[in-house]
């Protein structure tokens, strides 16, 4: 009787055991050929759906409560799993083909879509995240997905969950994240760990020395010197907190890696040090909500140095490649020009109205010196997605007009309590269609997005995220394939929400002619018919005001309109290319480029063209402009051309140009005119002063 065997690993995460462990199949070649010939190719992620379990060790206990050996047991339920298949497909069926279809579609746990499911995981438990979805969550996707990702790209990574388990897989990852301790935690989790562990038991006898030298470690700090952090600690426990820093900067002034692995430490007991309690927010504690008192933060602070050297040692024994992991960019809405392509998504964008994440981790940047004064703040809420009310300021962006969301904003805008509301709705929307499109672009053909997402409600007015984001995925070729309800949420007046997962698929791109390639000339076969569709013809692109305000800087007869410029370069070219318009007019086409992340370069003979143009497509620094205004004014004031001289000023078409202008506003545009001619040269400020002088 011959035997054949087939493998099936059960990753460490769900083999019961915190270790990856092996299940040694065998089966009877002349009674289970069929059989053979079914699952010879399959990988251990189909069995283990085959078999409907992913933990060996309940599979064991299921074996024993049938009175079943282990082996006949699992053949059995791998025969009726086909047996079910057979039925729905006939006896010809093709089992990878169902697994494309299938596999994808998870079905996932309430726990393993929010952060609790990681509270008590190696790695993953070393920061108290209250946002965020598990390392199951991550894990289970890479388990049933129909292709080995080689690339994962997680745009809003927060505490870095998806790049953890990316590595843990041996899988390369990359990531946005704009909140400066977000990212080295990340960078700590996955890539200093890596490090650590190269030269791991000399870095453990470091940590040992420090912990034995920090108890013995005696002195005194003033907290005056700590005035931003004072009022959210006790005076004694910020002392302990500052003399703990003090010391890990001191002993550790050779060794940057095991500074910060210290240092992460302390951040971690941050909140728990202090007055405040991080609960969907950071708040003041009630007076029933107690906090360490000044002996226990040593404690704290030993006992989590501990933990991690644990969890380290672990990771060491388990011996199994680890992958590092790059920051792709600070802001997913702003991508750098690269040829990096990922083939997996795994997301959770910030909700609409939900927790401040940078005012969440105050004490922490502040504690690691990445801000000096939670006024800084400010300054990462208006680089991410408009998710708050305080995000919305007069230096936000004019968002997009997206069609389908513009009856949500009027009804908002009747009802709203705030009128900040439909602002901040729109805003939110406009800034992840951004992200749908720079990460579209980055995407292979027929990879993966997993999205997790959760709506609102505003003053009773319901919003259908999850019905916003399908419609504008599909506009950059990403069509939804599930969306898959999680669990039920309620907003604080107790309306009933949703999370869901939306699960999309980057389709290919639709071809009139065929194309090879990402050229000028392969995007006009592309795009060709599309642009005959006439969509800046539409709401809102057709309004006269449509675009952005520097179109209308200064009047110009004949001006190409903003909408079909932008539509020209979005279609016809892609980020990086380098647009040249040779009669570039006022600079609509070039400066449509810059705005969609192209090399916008204008050229045209007529100085008022040139002006413009250049005022456009170079960056401004305020300040200079600033400085030139008062220098224009002051030569105004000094040199205004006297009354005699405008008189003798004859030119003009319907009329002498003198009678279109009251006599000292004449007088002011002459030596303004004197003040620009005076210079050989005019550089990009002096050109924005003279446009708008012009119009």
């Known amino acids: 009787m011959s035997q054949v065997f087939k493998t099936v690993s059960f990753p460490k995460e769900y083999s019961g055991t915190g270790k990856t462990e092996i299940l040694r199949l065998a089966f009877n070649r002349d009674k289970h050929q069929r059989l053979l010939d079914i699952i010879e190719l399959l990988s251990s992620n189909e069995l283990r759906i085959l078999l409907g379990e992913h933990s060996l060790s309940k599979l064991s206990s299921k074996a024993e409560k049938n009175d079943r050996s282990l082996n006949k047991y699992c053949l059995s339920l791998i025969e009726n799993s086909l047996c079910d298949i057979e039925k729905e497909y006939g006896s010809e069926f093709d089992i990878s083909k169902i697994f494309n279809k299938h596999i994808p579609l998870n079905r996932f746990s309430r726990k393993s879509v929010t952060f609790a499911g990681n509270r008590t995981q190696k790695i993953h438990r070393w920061y108290p995240y209250v946002e965020g979805y598990s390392c199951s969550f991550v894990q289970d996707i890479l388990d049933k997905l129909p292709y080995q990702p080689k690339a994962i790209f997680d745009p809003f990574s927060g505490s870095g969950t998806t790049q953890i388990v990316a590595s843990h897989n041996s899988i390369a990852s990359f990531y946005s994240e704009i909140n400066p301790l977000m990212r080295f935690l990340i960078d700590f989790k996955v890539n200093k760990v890596i490090d650590l562990l190269k030269n791991w038991e000399e870095n453990k006898i470091q940590i040992e020395y420090f912990l034995a030298h920090l108890e013995n470690t005696l002195g005194k700090i003033r907290v005056n010197d700590f005035e931003e952090l004072s009022k959210f600690f006790d005076e004694k426990n910020l002392r302990v907190l500052m003399k703990i820093k003090k010391t890990i900067k001191q002993f550790f002034q050779d060794s940057f890696l095991l500074r910060d692995f210290a240092?992460?430490?302390?951040?971690?007991?941050?909140?728990?040090?202090?007055?405040?309690?991080?609960?969907?927010?950071?708040?003041?504690?009630?007076?029933?909500?107690?906090?360490?008192?000044?002996?226990?933060?040593?404690?704290?602070?030993?006992?989590?140095?501990?933990?991690?050297?644990?969890?380290?040692?672990?990771?060491?024994?388990?011996?199994?490649?680890?992958?590092?992991?790059?920051?792709?960019?600070?802001?997913?809405?702003?991508?750098?020009?690269?040829?990096?392509?990922?083939?997996?998504?795994?997301?959770?964008?910030?909700?609409?109205n939900g927790t401040n994440y940078f005012r969440n981790t105050k004490l922490e940047l502040l504690i690691l010196d990445f801000i000096k004064s939670t006024k800084e703040l400010q300054r990462f809420r208006l680089e991410a997605v408009t998710a708050g009310i305080n995000n919305v300021t007069k230096n936000l962006p004019a968002p997009r007009k997206l069609p389908f969301l513009q009856p949500l904003v009027k009804q908002l805008s009747k009802n709203a309590y705030d009128n900040r509301i439909p602002k901040m709705v729109e805003s939110y929307f406009s800034d992840l269609d951004i992200v749908f499109e720079n990460?579209?672009?980055?995407?292979?053909?027929?990879?993966?997005?997993?999205?997790?997402?959760?709506?609102?409600?505003?003053?009773?007015?319901?919003?259908?995220?999850?019905?916003?984001?399908i419609k504008s995925a599909d506009n950059y070729g990403l069509r939804l394939l599930e969306n898959k309800f999680v669990r039920e949420r309620f907003s604080k007046?107790?309306?009933?929400?949703?999370?869901?997962?939306?699960?999309?698929?980057?389709?290919?791109?639709?071809?009139?002619?065929?194309?090879?390639?990402?050229?000028?000339?392969?995007?006009?076969?592309?795009?060709?018919?599309?642009f005959r569709e006439l969509e800046y013809k539409k709401l809102p692109y057709s309004k006269r005001n449509w675009g952005n305000a520097l179109h209308s800087l200064c009047s110009y007869q004949g001006k190409l309109k903003p909408s079909i410029a932008h539509f020209l370069v979005k279609l016809f070219t892609s980020p990086g290319m380098t647009v040249l318009d040779p009669l570039s007019g006022v600079g609509t086409i070039s400066f449509e480029a810059c705005l969609q992340g192209r090399k916008g370069i204008a050229n045209d003979l007529s100085f008022l063209a040139y002006t413009n143009s250049l005022a456009k497509v170079t960056k401004q620094n305020p300040v200079k402009i600033r400085k030139k205004i008062k220098e224009l004014q002051k030569f105004i004031k000094s040199n205004l051309v006297s009354k005699s001289e405008a008189s003798k000023i004859v030119f003009g078409y319907n009329k002498d140009i003198k009678e279109y202008y009251e006599d000292q506003t004449f007088r002011e545009i002459l030596t303004a005119r004197l003040y620009f001619k005076s210079k050989k040269n005019i550089d990009s400020h002096d050109a924005l002063i003279l446009a708008s002088l012009l119009h």
């Open 263 to 352: 240092l992460f430490a302390l951040a971690a007991i941050a909140v728990s040090s202090s007055k405040m309690i991080r609960r969907s927010d950071l708040r003041y504690r009630r007076e029933d909500e107690s906090c360490l008192e000044d002996k226990q933060v040593f404690e704290t602070f030993k006992k989590k140095i501990i933990d991690m050297v644990n969890d380290l040692e672990d990771l060491k024994n388990d011996n199994f490649d680890l992958e590092r992991t790059n920051l792709f960019s600070e802001n997913s809405k702003v991508f750098p020009n690269s040829d990096t392509q990922f083939d997996l998504v795994i997301t959770s964008p910030p909700y609409a």
């Open 439 to 469: 990460v579209s672009g980055k995407l292979k053909e027929d990879a993966y997005f997993y999205l997790d997402i959760g709506d609102s409600q505003f003053n009773g007015i319901h919003i259908p995220t999850d019905e916003f984001l």
């Open 493 to 530: 007046n107790g309306t009933p929400l949703k999370q869901a997962v939306l699960i999309f698929k980057k389709e290919k791109p639709k071809k009139f002619f065929p194309v090879s390639g990402n050229s000028a000339g392969d995007l006009l076969k592309k795009n060709y018919y599309k």
